[in-house]
């Protein structure tokens, strides 16, 4: 078992990491368990697969599953609603620990959930898939979307452990297991180097289900964001924010396709990063060298590297629109977007002097 403990004082708590460990789940939530008791938030679809497994590792801990439907648009004020009022139905106290049991609408929506019910309650995360395992599972960001955008409305709300499971990725197709990938990527990206160089010569084995690779890759994603949150927990230095690499960008493309199945996240991700190299480049920071490496790594495993690809070919004004988009960005500051631009690979850093103009005009160009 790989152990990575997230250093926060009183909010500390560990990320455990190991094949099969939904079998085991009992070991570690059975003292979280008030009266024996667990209240577990999923979505349909995971809990039709993947319930029975938990039931079965939880041994005699009884346990009230509260159902959503699967997808983005359950991450809303009412879905928000819907979970807060069934978790009071069953009676759920301060002292009560939540379970997110599921992808990272499901961690996002429970952590909100566990935020304010009652004033604040704790949860823990079991993330089901490879982006909630390297990403939104960490970090203690929890958040639903709203009509202005996504994730702005939320709270930072620390999760009293997470177990992740990377057996239980063997039930995602190849598309979601390529769109997590995305969020392991970003790590080499932002700080990591060597990781990026690794991932070149084994991201097709962690994509493809290799066990061992896919335990070091999350390993060492999970050590890096863990890093990052301990120096900078609530993003107010600015290290956090460097997180959201591709996210500006990716966000935006998300925005302009509806917050689809047309375009997953970690989609969005993928293209972000290469947007914000290609940017970088184009700016003279890091070198056309190294933005053609992240085009190429991702395009490898199969995730789309051109706006094109995701059905945003040439029209007049999009450039303006999808930077229009950006105006709503989490990290804007006194009417300013932030973004994450990089140096070089594993040299990201934050720019705050990028006029939304000269993104629109590059935008059109990417087109």
Not at 30 to 59: F, K, M, N, T, Y
Not at 60 to 76: F, H, Q, W
């Amino acid at each position: 078992m790989e152990t990575v403990n997230v250093v926060l004082g009183s909010r500390s708590y560990d990320i455990l990491i190991e094949d099969g460990l939904i079998g085991r789940a009992a070991e570690y939530l059975a003292p979280l368990a008030r009266d024996g008791r667990l209240l577990v938030v999923s979505d349909e679809i995971v809990w039709s697969l993947l319930g029975e497994r938990l039931r079965a590792g939880l041994d005699d801990i009884s346990i009230e599953p509260v159902l959503v439907p699967a997808g983005e648009g359950t991450k809303s004020w009412n879905g928000l609603s819907s979970v807060v009022d069934r978790l009071l139905e069953h009676g759920i106290e301060r002292r009560d620990h939540i379970v997110a049991f599921g992808g990272g609408v499901i961690g996002d929506l429970a952590g909100f959930a566990a935020s304010i019910v009652n004033r604040g309650c704790n949860f823990v995360q079991v993330p089901t898939t490879l982006l909630a395992q390297v990403d939104s599972s960490v970090g203690g960001k929890t958040a639903i979307n709203v009509t202005a955008g996504k994730n702005l409305v939320g709270a930072f709300h620390q999760p009293s452990l997470v177990l992740i499971d990377p057996s239980l990725l063997d039930t995602l197709n190849a598309r979601q297991v390529r769109a997590g990938y995305a969020e392991v990527v970003k790590y080499g990206l932002i700080e990591d180097a060597a990781f990026f160089a690794w991932l070149e010569a084994n991201g097709a084995a962690v994509v493809g289900g290799d066990g061992a690779a896919r335990q070091q890759a999350i390993s060492t994603a999970v050590a890096g964001k863990a890093r990052i949150v301990e120096e900078d927990e609530r993003e107010t230095s600015g290290r956090r924010a460097l997180l959201n690499l591709g996210h500006t960008f990716g966000h935006a493309l998300e925005a302009e396709t509806g917050y689809s199945d047309r375009l997953l996240h970690g989609e969005a991700v993928a293209l972000g990063c290469v947007l914000a190299f290609d940017f970088s480049a184009e700016k003279s920071l890091c070198s056309r060298a190294d933005a053609e490496r992240v085009r190429e790594h991702f395009r490898g495993v199969g995730l789309p590297t051109t706006l094109a690809e995701i059905g945003l070919g040439v029209v007049e004004g999009r450039g303006a629109r999808l930077a229009a988009h950006m105006q709503h960005d989490k990290k804007r500051e006194g009417g300013r977007t932030t973004f994450i631009l990089a140096r070089g690979i594993g040299q990201a850093f934050t720019d705050k002097s990028v006029e939304l103009d000269e993104v629109a005009t590059f935008l059109e160009r990417a087109m």
